[in-house]
């Protein structure tokens, strides 16, 4: 079988993106992305050479990424579940309720008390918080930016915006977990990316901002790598309804199933099933495999 070299397949293979434009295609680019599924180097091989013949001049992401996934999931389910991460992202929505439920579990790892949905009077108007963490001194007000679009970007409306609520809300007292203290600081959360205006922006005025890839060494998908808090929606032997229902019955993170298996009594399953199900969850967040379930 001929394959092309990565220097051809740049210069005739272009990929259409959600928005319709069209990029040239970049082996290196998706090689790394199949890489960070944590597949072995001949695994990573493997795939990408099955992957080689079916490109065509205008290949849709889409279609890209779903072939990158099954091929991954015929060599383990975890490889599948870590390179599905931004699509497990959008599967928190629509409206993005559990994404800010995921975002509190992001920060509870790092040692803050964290409540959701809570709202506060300003100096001038009062405020819907996303996400309000405490930790010793500080209390942060978190504004979580929720998008379903793929390649949806965070224009620089929204920092400022964010910026002149953390202003208003500054230098007022609140009671949260039995405290009184004030908001020290605010941080802007996205699972989407942020305009090159965003980012100014935010570094201008020293706004704390987290973005699916910013900043470039602690971003969303380098922090969920580094410290296994998949979203459940990861698991790629749960359908969009048992997503659902483990999503509504609290169990937000992978981790949470594997502390806790009985969350698996809310999935109408057979038992065969709900084991191959904890074994991926076990896999992914590199825990051991149990023997027995």
């Known amino acids: 079988m001929y394959f092309l070299t990565p220097k051809q397949i740049k210069m005739k293979i272009h990929v259409k ?3 319709g434009e069209l990029v040239p295609f970049e082996p290196n680019k998706l090689k790394h992305s199949l890489t960070k599924s944590e597949a072995s180097e ?78 506060v009077q300003g100096h001038a108007v009062t405020h819907e918080i996303d996400v309000i963490a405490t930790k010793g001194d500080s209390m942060l007000a978190i504004e979580c930016k ?26 007022i007292s609140f009671s949260f977990f039995e405290t009184p203290r004030q908001f020290t ?12 205006d965003s980012i100014s922006f935010g570094e201008y005025y020293k706004l704390n901002m987290l973005a699916w890839d910013y900043p470039a060494h602690n971003n969303i998908k380098n922090q969920v790598d580094n410290l296994d808090l998949y979203p459940v929606t990861c698991l790629t032997n749960l359908n969009g309804m048992e997503k659902s ?28 099933q709900k084991k191959r199900i904890l074994i991926e969850a076990q896999e992914l967040i590199h825990s051991p495999v149990p023997e027995e379930m």
């Open 245 to 272: 229902l483990l999503l509504k019955n609290g169990c937000i993170l992978v981790r949470d199933l594997v502390e806790k298996p009985n969350y698996l009594e809310y999935l109408q399953t057979a038992k065969h």
């Open 42 to 119: 001949d695994e990573v091989d493997t795939v990408f050479q099955r992957i080689q013949p079916r490109l065509y001049d205008g290949i849709t992401t889409r279609e890209l990424y779903e072939l990158a996934f099954d091929l991954l999931k015929n060599h383990r389910d975890s490889y599948a579940a870590r390179y599905s991460l931004k699509k497990a992202l959008r599967d928190l929505g629509p409206e993005g309720f559990y994404f800010e439920k995921w975002i509190g579990k992001l920060f509870a790892n790092a040692g803050y008390k964290t409540v959701t949905g809570k709202t």
């Open 185 to 196: 600081d605010g941080w802007l959360v996205t699972n989407a990316y942020l305009t090159s």
């Open 146 to 171: 929720f998008r379903n679009d793929v390649d949806a970007k965070i224009s620089v409306t929204t920092p400022m915006y964010f910026l002149s609520r953390v202003k208003d809300i500054k230098g």
């Open 17 to 19: 993106k959600h928005s």
